[in-house]
């Protein structure tokens, strides 16, 4: 019965991550080519979001790791394309699948706060303060991945205990001895540590996107002159994606990160919990890509017209019928142009 957990583990996340990957790619066509904003640093935030989360697709779809519990130990398996070739293969993979999961995770608060000081502080140096936001995300990240050396450490005197956790949850034995375990306490001081910081991070993600929320919407409502209502409308487009692309992600992550880092805490979390768990965190990386296509106008726009264009087999040309007085011009090779002018009704 857990060995279909196994399998649906597998299978989902490697079609999750495969999904992932193709929208993060489309997602940077799309930034570079239909892009229509009027800040160059906004396209730069988005290119950088959707890289990160092209980064974790592919970690994760190489990492595949398995989290389960039991007998108040902790298990790491992995089940990755390339996974089981060593022991160290399968602790790197590891290590950049966490490290990419936390610097994924913690960009969202960083987004909101370089936007705040973009719109709302005028004489802070940008150059200065990107490069220690940058510093302190991969800072923060670096920190959690050494930690996680740090705790999660291959101890083959508890290699018994991890085999007995998988065949509780239901792995054949003959299939146990080709996988790389990584055990520890769950009681363990470390541990409960670690949990903390996982819980901080992602509750205080929400407490820095509430706070900038409040200083962007208050300046964003008094923009006007020298401002146009074209610019104003595109920081408006930008927020409200922004928002949505920082809500959807902090609530995939932040709550099951709360209930998973509780049970395992008090020593009642179930291997199913756990799966699904490892399958709800890198699905950001397909909720980011689809909040960011169709918050933005030009992107849906972009995506409508790729779509038509496929359906009619090349032939959609963007104008579906002519209105009453509507002026078509059309560029011809002497670079003349001709103009069709639609008649009125007669009646």
């Avoid at 936390?102 to 200065?128: A, D, G, M, S, T």
């Avoid at 927020?239 to 099951?256: D, K, Q, S």
């Avoid at 990160?257 to 756990?274: D, E, N, R, W």
Wanted: hydrophobic fraction near 50%; charge should be positive; charged fraction near 10%.
């Amino acid at each position: 019965m857990a060995l279909e957990i196994h399998e649906f583990h597998h299978s989902v996340d490697t079609t999750v991550n495969t999904l992932s990957i193709l929208f993060n790619c489309y997602l940077l066509y799309l930034i570079k080519y239909h892009s229509t904003f009027g800040v160059k640093m906004y396209q730069y935030m988005l290119a950088v979001d959707a890289s990160l989360d092209l980064c974790l697709s592919v970690a994760t779809l190489l990492a595949q790791t398995i989290p389960l519990t039991g007998n108040q130990h902790y298990v790491i398996l992995s089940n990755g394309f390339f996974a089981n070739q060593s022991p160290t293969l399968d602790s790197f993979l590891l290590m950049v699948f966490c490290f990419f999961l936390h610097l994924n995770i913690i960009w969202i608060p960083i987004q909101f706060v370089y936007r705040y000081l973009l719109l709302c502080k005028e004489n802070i140096c940008l150059k200065k303060a990107s490069t220690l936001i940058a510093a302190i995300a991969i800072g923060y990240s670096a920190l959690m991945l050494a930690l996680i050396v740090y705790f999660f450490e291959v101890r083959t005197e508890l290699q018994s205990i991890g085999q007995n956790i998988l065949e509780l949850n239901g792995w054949d034995k003959s299939d146990i001895t080709k996988k790389f375990l990584v055990v520890h306490h769950v009681a363990d001081w470390r541990t409960l540590l670690w949990i903390s910081l996982w819980t901080f991070s992602s509750w205080s993600s929400i407490l820095i996107v509430i706070w900038c929320e409040r200083g962007i919407v208050k300046n964003i409502n008094q923009l006007g002159n020298p401002t146009t209502a074209n610019s104003q409308r595109m920081h408006k487009e930008f927020h409200r994606a922004l928002l949505a692309m920082a809500i959807c992600p902090l609530v995939t992550t932040a709550v099951p990160v709360f209930y998973f880092c509780f049970t395992i805490a008090i020593g009642i979390c179930p291997g199913q919990i756990s799966v699904i768990m490892a399958i709800v965190l890198t699905s950001i990386t397909i909720v980011n890509p689809l909040t960011t296509i169709v918050c933005f106008r030009s992107y849906r726009q972009a995506t409508a017209r790729g779509f038509l264009s496929i359906l009619t087999c090349g032939h959609y040309s963007g104008v579906t019928h002519m209105m009453p007085g509507m002026v078509v011009i059309k560029s011809t090779s002497q670079g003349t142009t001709s103009n069709a002018i639609a008649q009125q009704p007669t009646r």
